[in-house]
């Protein structure tokens, strides 16, 4: 029994947790070496002392009452259960601590062995793990896992009329010169501040990349707003001067945003939707802004599907090169076409060139089927001077990533000489968007080409972002009146007045004036009076295939 008693009492010196032992009431009866070194008590001063001594407020107030209720009921709220509590240390500090406690029936009466264990490294390293994981290292700023983690509460609580937005600084590389790559932060950080003042409380702004922030607009007590209102706040509050350094900086954001709808929504599926809301946003026009649509996904599923389509049909070039005449007002007669696109599908349906050209130029496949149509245009075009006496011109579209390749102006002689072109014959249709994309390389291209003798008309003048001190600056022969204007040139007074204008000050600048869209003869006959050059429309003829256009030219009268 002796040599027991001595073995208990060496195990309780030496052990490395501390061990506190009281009596019934709590007072501490044994409190072993490594108890005084975690608590900075000597062992001799707390003998007999009340064990909340140990603990921080409230604990050490209400400790009493636990330990009666456990006496008297015998249900357990520590004892038996290891826990984590905080304990308290003589200096005063507070530390995190795991603690076990056994109660031991004797004969005087219970007793309580604790066994207490000091986790701060523990928790020290597991904060330090939080801070990696969900939070950018950057800025400090909360990061994507802790946007997911928020999301997903507020879908489990089914929290109503908050809203995602997803933010997109897309000019802040332009101050990576004035800050430095890591000085950047600081204008994140700055966005930040300036947000977080001014948004309801509850909202989270979080770090998603580089250039991106994600928002939950926490909704204002008594206030629904719409998420357009929400919008609006935004737009005016990121316009605001940012104060980084000494500098005030202007940044522009483009955002897209959604409602956080519980019945409707996963996490995934908000963060998916949220983004393709800001894809729509960064293709707007005169709005920084754009509410998720259902149907974006539709598009974006479609646009998926003639990706995938235009890649399959780069092998066999499955278009066809339809022809739309174009009479002058002046003579009467059909002096060329423009040669437009056509695509139909494996499945008999036909695929506009409206839908898959704009596709097709931002996935690199418009140089393909560029060449493809002037080969084509080329080829009609030589067979007519073969076998007819009219001189009918072609005009082809061209993208402007075509016209400013380097290699362009080589192909097109190249064509030019294989097919023993008159070089007149051939225009070329290009939109004043795409001039102005590459000012210099367009314009010094135009004069090769003019210099060739190929002529160059602007198409759908009027609807892009061009500006007429620039057009003068390229040798142009026609400006092509989009047929927007002509559609509503009846009822429309600005249209009217619009037309009148640009045909006024085309012939200024010595254009010939085109106009397109032409369906009906009260048409015909206002642009006639306005003074228009040319006309291109189905009042006179729709697109038709290349076999047909001769018999249509040969049978063709101006009525
Ligand atoms: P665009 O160059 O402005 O061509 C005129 C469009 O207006 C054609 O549409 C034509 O069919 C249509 N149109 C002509 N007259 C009328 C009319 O009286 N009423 C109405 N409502 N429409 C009329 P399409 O063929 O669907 O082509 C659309 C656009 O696709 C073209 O506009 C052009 O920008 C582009 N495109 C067509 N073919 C090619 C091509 O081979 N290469 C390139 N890069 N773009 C092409
Ligand atoms: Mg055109
Ligand atoms: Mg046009």
């Known amino acids: 029994m ?4 001595l073995q208990l009492e060496a195990i309780f010196a030496t052990a490395i947790d501390a061990m506190v032992v009281t009596d019934a009431v709590g007072n501490i009866q044994m409190f072993n070496t490594a108890a005084e070194q975690m608590f900075g008590y000597l062992s001799q001063e707390v003998m007999g002392m009340n064990v909340s001594l140990l603990m921080p407020m409230p604990d050490s107030l209400h400790h009493h009452l636990y330990m009666e209720r456990y006496i008297e009921t015998r249900q357990p709220r520590i004892p038996r259960q290891g826990r984590e509590v905080i304990a308290k240390r003589r200096s005063g500090e507070n530390f995190p601590a795991d603690i076990t406690i056994t ?12 066994v207490i264990r000091d986790i701060s490294a523990r928790k020290t390293k597991e904060q330090h793990i939080i801070q990696l994981a969900f939070f950018d290292q950057e800025t400090g700023l909360p990061n994507a896992y802790y946007l997911y983690d928020k999301l997903a509460y507020l879908l489990k609580e089914q929290k109503s009329n908050y809203h995602l937005i997803s933010l997109y600084l897309g000019d802040l590389t332009d101050y990576v010169n004035i800050f430095g790559v890591h000085g950047v932060k600081d204008v994140i950080v700055a966005v930040n501040n300036l947000l977080i003042d001014k948004l309801p409380l509850q909202s989270l702004i979080v770090r998603c990349g580089l250039r991106h922030l994600k928002i939950i607009y926490a909704p204002v007590r008594d206030e629904l707003l719409s998420t357009e209102q ?5 737009q005016t509050l990121i316009s605001q001067p940012l104060h980084v350094a000494s500098y005030h900086i202007f940044l522009t954001a483009t955002f897209g945003l959604l409602k956080i709808d519980s019945q409707q929504y996963t996490v995934e599926k908000l963060l998916d939707h949220v983004d393709i809301a800001l894809h729509f946003a960064k293709h707007n026009i005169g709005s920084c802004y754009q509410v998720f649509k259902t149907e974006f996904t539709e598009n974006l599923h479609r646009r998926a599907l003639i990706v995938q389509k235009l890649h399959n049909a780069m092998n066999e070039m499955p278009f066809q090169l339809y022809l739309q005449p174009q009479i002058s007002l002046a003579t009467q007669h059909i002096i060329g076409v423009e040669a437009l696109i056509r695509w139909q599908d494996t499945d008999g349906l036909w695929i506009s060139p409206a839908e898959f050209i704009p596709i097709a130029e931002t996935i690199g496949l ?3 089927i560029t060449l493809w149509t002037l080969k084509k245009a080329c080829a009609i075009v030589k067979e007519w001077q073969k076998n007819t006496h009219h001189q009918y011109s072609c005009a082809v579209n061209i993208s402007a990533q075509v016209l400013c390749t380097p290699a362009f ?7 030019i000489v294989e097919n023993e072109l008159d070089p007149h014959v051939l225009e070329l249709e290009i939109t004043e968007t795409a001039l102005m994309l590459s000012i210099d390389t367009a314009i010094s291209t135009i004069t090769e080409l003019s210099a060739l003798g190929i002529s160059i008309s602007i198409d759908d003048f009027g609807t892009g972002l061009s500006s007429l001190a620039y057009l003068k600056l390229f040798e142009i022969n026609r400006l092509k009146i989009d047929q927007s204007f002509i559609t509503h040139i009846l009822t429309d007074v600005h249209d009217k007045k619009m037309v009148t204008a640009i045909i006024k000050l085309a012939h200024e600048l010595g254009y010939q004036v085109v106009c397109e869209g032409v369906e009906n003869k009260v048409q015909l006959a206002l642009v006639q009076q306005l003074g228009c050059d040319e006309v291109q429309g189905y009042y006179f003829a729709k697109p038709m295939p290349s076999t047909d256009f001769l018999a249509f030219a040969e049978n063709f009268t101006f009525e």
């Open 2 to 5: 002796r040599n027991a008693v």
């Open 103 to 114: 109660d031991v029936e004797q004969d005087e009466g219970i007793i309580f062995i604790a």
């Open 230 to 234: 929400i919008a609006e706040h935004l």
């Open 366 to 368: 418009i140089k393909d």
């Open 409 to 415: 102006l080589h192909e097109i002689t190249m064509l």
